[in-house]
């Protein structure tokens, strides 16, 4: 297996419903390693953090199997709309993006915890005289296609940033003040059982909700997240 850093931006492999997009992470991979690679879950295009690949069918099919058995723990740092709730664990099941109106649902659940909450004192929303902002740690329990980005829209603590779940003119109110349009999701931790020895590895993007100021980021995400994010003034943010 191997284990990398997605970049945001970036999708995990080719699809026609993005056939303008160039920069996939199976290729790249492919080109690094010089051998063939398999993919075993994925990331959103707009997400960055910690994604695995196998290196040999057998792998692929034990990653896969703990994935679909729910042996793997991830857990995913988003920036939210307002005061997301202390903890709640959301069960609200979810119909496939692209079915039709009629499939079946099926049953999902994220465990959300706010680590973090951020009032400015501008209006983004006329509604409003102040901007609140929450950064959630979230572990899908299950493993449904934009399932974070769906249960946090359901309890109406939309991420930043996301174009498909989100706020439009929040988006673009958020995005000029950062600096920055893009979806504020990072997958940052993933603890997956070794598809050989069953031995559980714990893999961290590097990201601490408390960066330290004399190291230098390892690339452009991290970056951006303690530059344009972790640098506002939050209120009880606990390390990470």
């Not at 695995?52 to 058995?69: N, Y």
């Not at 400015?120 to 296609?145: I, N």
């Not at 003119?169 to 893009?182: S, T, V």
Request: glycine share 6%; proline share 7%; net charge positive.
């Amino acid at each position: 297996m191997v284990a990398v850093y997605k970049p945001a931006g970036w999708l995990v492999h080719r699809t026609g419903l993005d056939a303008g997009e160039t920069r996939f992470v199976l290729q790249a991979l492919r080109n690094q390693l010089g051998q063939h690679v398999y993919p075993v879950h994925r990331l959103d295009k707009g997400t960055c953090g910690v994604l695995v690949m196998a290196l040999h069918a057998d792998a692929a099919r034990a990653l896969a199997q703990s994935f679909l058995t729910h042996q793997v723990r991830k857990e995913y740092l988003a920036m939210v709309r307002g005061c997301a709730p202390l903890s709640v664990l959301v069960n609200h099941a979810l119909r496939p993006d692209d079915a039709p109106p009629d499939a079946a649902v099926q049953d999902a659940q994220t465990r959300l915890t706010c680590v973090a909450r951020l009032e400015l004192p501008v209006s983004s929303d006329p509604r409003f005289e102040r901007t609140r902002a929450s950064l959630v740690h979230a572990e899908p329990l299950t493993g449904r296609r934009h399932q974070i980005r769906r249960h946090l829209k359901h309890i109406a603590h939309p991420i930043i940033g996301d174009a498909t779940h989100g706020k439009g003119p929040l988006n673009r109110w958020w995005a000029e003040r950062i600096g920055l349009q893009r979806l504020w999701l990072h997958a940052w931790r993933l603890s997956v059982p070794h598809p050989v020895s069953g031995e559980r590895i714990d893999l961290h993007s590097g990201l601490s909700l408390k960066p330290d100021a004399t190291r230098a980021p390892v690339n452009a995400d991290l970056r951006d997240w303690n530059e344009r994010v972790l640098s506002m003034p939050w209120n009880g943010t606990n390390t990470g």
